[in-house]
């Protein structure tokens, strides 16, 4: 018994990639034609939706994350759980929007000095994805940055349904590509060839062998491996290898540094500074390199994925996804406007606006999903609970806000049921709040200022990147979104919207 937790796309159409040729293993379970699927859950970090070639970028090439899409299905139209690392991951794993999710903010988890970890943890009674695919009897695992609760608390992924975890706990910590430690479970591992002035471990690089291993002793299993990845999250490094030599003469480039200039939070961020902090950025001589190296050296992660999966055998009755937890950033020397990382819309991180919230996503699943198609489907990350459910035959939690998508994976449109609206709100900048209903965009800022202050609202269908505000043509619309944005949410005393004086 359940426990009651619970850019436009640029020419997807041409020439199909073959899957090839699978080693075939006839004593596994996922050989069976009614065997559970497999879940690969690939979630990048501040990859904004022009961030993929896929998608429109045009200063680099990601083929692997690519060729999912020409082997699978690209989304046109979906949505991250928020424009923040924590809610959005939050949204995820509850299939609840940040008006009913119980993370609904960036909120530490009471640190008192730089060097403590953790975010404020899910509550023990909250039903997630992976408990419910764990029940189904999947083999569960999480590889990159939680987020959602320190170890030993009631967020510890361990408790929140995952079998393994490695990576990541805090997401403060993740800011620093050659981390001090990583977590392997409970079991705090000390990187003993990163010292903070000597750096030779690749967090990301060690995460994806863990990844891999999870993979290859898991084949005769049904799993569901999670892989929130901190790339291409600040700060912009990644090592100097092969990868990196294919971009250190392209660009031109603004160096960024360390010149205190930015207050208290960013003093000491160079590895080997006295007072170096582990939430800050290092400096960086090519941040333009930076960024297109580490979203290469990702989607060259994804294509070892992808391979090792059909090596294996397994890959016809896998599903893969590939997403992004929430728009792009701007911190350590990031560029988004020279890389167009936004693409055909406007807004970045910390927005309501579309660039801060539309992301990229595919889906590649063969024995299920025809090659080479398109949907313009409003979906968002509270879809993904119902979704895998459905895929799993697992009961669904009471009080979801997402609607399975199967249909839509499976091609069958005419079955598929659709949102009456989608709602977020944000607990920063003095308060956000948003609504999509059908074509119209609300959007509300300075919300703790004023919580009655006037909504912007938007025709998407024809004002992509929302510049033309024609509220006052249609007061029936507004209205109808501001009864919304009043009946989408609860009161959450976490994190109250305003916050408590």
Known sequence: ??????????????????????????????????????????????????????YGQEKFDTP???KLAKEGLLFTQHYSGSTVCAPSRSALMTGMHTGHTPIRGNR?????????????????????LAEILKQ???KTGAFGKWGLGFIGTEGDPNKQGFDEFYGYNCQGQAHRYYPTHLWDNEKKIILEANDTKNNELYAPDV???????????????????????????????????SIWDEFADTFDEKPWGNDKTSGPR????????????????????????????????????????????????????????????????????????????????????????????????IAKWPRHIKAGRTTKHVSAFWDILPTFAEMTDADLPENIDGISMLPILKGQTENQKKHDHL??????????????????????????DDPEAPIELYDISKDLKELNNIAQEHPQIVTEIYNLMKSSRTVNEDFPFPPKS
């Not at 950025?281 to 090792?308: H, N, W």
């Open 423 to 448: 709602y977020w709100e944000f607990h920063e900048q003095n308060g956000k709040q948003a609504v999509r209903m059908g074509n119209w965009k609300g959007i509300r800022l300075k919300v703790f």
């Open 108 to 128: 530490a988890a009471g640190w008192t000095n730089p060097h403590e970890e953790g975010q404020f943890p899910l509550k023990a009674e909250t039903l997630t």
């Open 266 to 361: 960013w003093k000491g961020n160079d590895y080997g500074a006295d007072d170096y902090s582990a939430r800050g950025y290092a400096s960086q001589e090519k941040p333009r390199t930076a960024f297109a190296a580490m979203v290469t050296r990702l989607d060259r992660q994804v294509g070892e994925i992808v391979t090792l999966l059909k090596d294996l055998g397994i890959a016809e009755n896998t599903l893969i996804m590939f997403t992004s937890d929430n728009g792009p950033h701007m911190e350590g020397g990031a560029d988004p406007d020279f890389f167009n990382s936004s693409g055909i819309v406007r807004g970045r991180k910390r927005d309501l606006y579309e660039g801060g919230i539309r992301v990229p996503m």
């Open 207 to 241: 995460i994806h062998e863990k990844a891999l291993g999870f993979i290859k002793n898991n084949a005769d299993n049904p799993f569901f491996m999670f892989v929130p990845s901190v790339i291409p999250h600040a700060e912009l490094i990644a090592p100097k290898d």
């Open 1 to 54: 018994m359940l426990k009651g937790k619970w850019i436009l796309f640029f020419g997807v159409v041409g020439l199909l990639f073959g899957c090839g040729e699978e080693k075939q293993k006839p004593s596994s379970t996922n050989s069976e034609e009614a065997a559970m699927p497999n879940i690969v859950y690939i979630l990048a970090d501040d990859l904004g939706y022009g961030d993929l070639s896929i």
């Open 136 to 138: 189904q009897g999947y």
């Open 64 to 66: 692997n994350i690519d």
